[in-house]
């Protein structure tokens, strides 16, 4: 069973300009996080989607926005980046349960200069 | 507001030895924990859970303690091997106020280093 693919794996911005991760979960997950990992903050929680419907956000201004497609593969897009937007965004999946486990992608990580 | 905290940046032990992981949360919604170990380069992977009706759970070298009045959770690894060497997540979830579902709330990590 293939986990969860995240891409691109590494890319480099300007700031000012807009990028666009993808993530596609695990085969018959419908659940979707994104998570932002940087450097003495842990993995914080940006936004939850199931079956196409964003379900919960986290503290993030607006110009971090997400979707999810019908096949469950999600997007999330970041625009105007900014320095600190520099970080490893992490996207998972979750089958039908009723705890928090998630599976959890490589990673795309994020370079603003 | 930092409402699951891993007081501890950083832990070294040698090979062959008992790892502690603490965590400590403030939330008493939190119904279920979770521990993640990543490796550079790769995202967190899920190790051992726990939930708030037990006070222990193991599996193998780990074990995952529980004290809810306390609102304190630890990690224990036993025998500690250099190929643990990694940052170990706590992680919390809770319902969503209105939902079903969950939503995980994370430590910062503690890097633990296992010397040969």
């Known amino acids: 069973k293939a986990g969860v693919t995240q891409t691109p794996r590494y890319l480099i911005k300007t700031r000012g300009q807009q990028v666009t991760l993808s993530c596609s979960p695990i085969s018959g997950h419908r659940s979707v996080s994104w998570y932002q990992q940087t450097p003495g903050q842990g993995l914080q929680f940006l936004f939850e989607?199931?079956?196409?419907?964003?379900?919960n956000k986290g503290n993030f201004p607006g110009r971090f926005s997400g979707r999810q497609f019908s096949n469950s593969r999600s997007e999330m897009n970041v625009s105007t980046l900014e320095l600190g937007d520099s970080a490893l965004y992490l996207c998972a999946s979750r089958g039908q349960t009723n705890t928090g486990e998630l599976f959890f992608g490589e990673g795309s990580r994020l370079t603003v200069l | 507001d930092q409402q699951v905290k891993q007081n501890s940046p950083s832990l070294s032990v040698q090979e062959g030895r008992i790892s502690i992981l603490n965590c400590d949360y403030t939330?008493?919604?939190?119904?279920?924990f979770l521990w993640y170990k990543k490796y550079p380069a790769e995202g967190p992977t899920f190790l051992i859970s726990?939930?708030?009706?037990?006070d222990k759970n193991e599996d193998g070298r780990f074990t995952v303690f529980l004290n809810k009045s306390a609102k304190h959770l630890s990690l224990h690894i036993v025998p500690s091997q250099p190929g643990d060497s990694a940052v170990y997540f706590c992680a919390a979830s809770a319902k969503y106020s209105g939902g079903s579902n969950y939503k995980l709330t994370f430590g910062k990590g503690t890097l633990l280093t296992v010397n040969p």
């Open positions: 939330n008493s919604m939190f119904d279920y």
């Open positions: 989607y199931f079956s196409e419907t964003q379900r």
């Open positions: 726990i939930s708030s009706i037990k």
